[in-house]
């Protein structure tokens, strides 16, 4: 059976009530939603959020699901659009919290989220994954996304289009574009080091 016949086959068995299969479909895309946020947010608590955002909307919505498309698809296309609802919310909190009592608040923030130590082994693996964090995070979020689910998520440039509602030649063009940029910054980072 394959992973699109088996995805039909718990989500009749989860609209039936089945809470198994509910668990099933969201232990197989839980990490790669969450990994989807994490390199779109930079951030380990908003992908946690964006995922739990993510599965509420498929669990609210999972009715909705036609089967034009694979769920792999419809669900990242919701998490394309909690993404851009989630960033657009931070913009807005940002922008009218950007002083408080005089402090900025990136002090609140470290605060609110103190660094986490991991073993040495990691850490070489965490700067690395850090860096490519911080490259992306300097792309515009369409490019962004589309970059994540070309890459990260190995989605067709066909896939991507229906899932952002684009054409395959915007698809390519912002991939391409974001991937100039990429190596413009990786080069600006490897001459400062």
Do not use: C
């Amino acid at each position: 059976m394959s992973l699109i016949d088996e995805d039909e086959a718990l989500i009749a068995a989860a609209l039936n009530g089945s809470a198994y299969a509910w668990e099933k479909l969201v232990k197989r895309y839980e990490s790669k939603i969450y990994n989807y946020g994490m390199r779109l947010t930079g951030n380990a608590a908003d992908a946690m959020d964006l995922m739990q955002e993510v599965f509420l909307g498929v669990y609210r919505n999972l009715h909705r699901f036609r089967g034009d498309a694979k769920f792999s698809s419809w669900i990242f296309r919701i998490a394309h659009n909690k993404a851009i609802d989630m960033n657009r919310r931070k913009r807005l909190m940002t922008a009218s919290t950007r002083v408080i009592d005089g402090e900025e608040s990136d002090v609140l923030d470290s605060i609110a989220s103190p660094p986490q130590y991991e073993p040495d082994t990691q850490i070489g693996e965490q700067q690395q994954n850090g860096q490519v964090l911080k490259m992306l995070s300097q792309l515009p979020m369409e490019q962004r996304l589309i970059v994540e689910l070309k890459v990260y998520q190995s989605q067709t440039f066909e896939e991507i289009a229906d899932m952002q509602d684009i054409s395959v030649n915007t698809a390519k063009t912002r991939f391409y574009t974001a991937l100039k940029k990429l190596k413009v910054v990786s080069e600006e980072n490897h001459a400062l080091s």
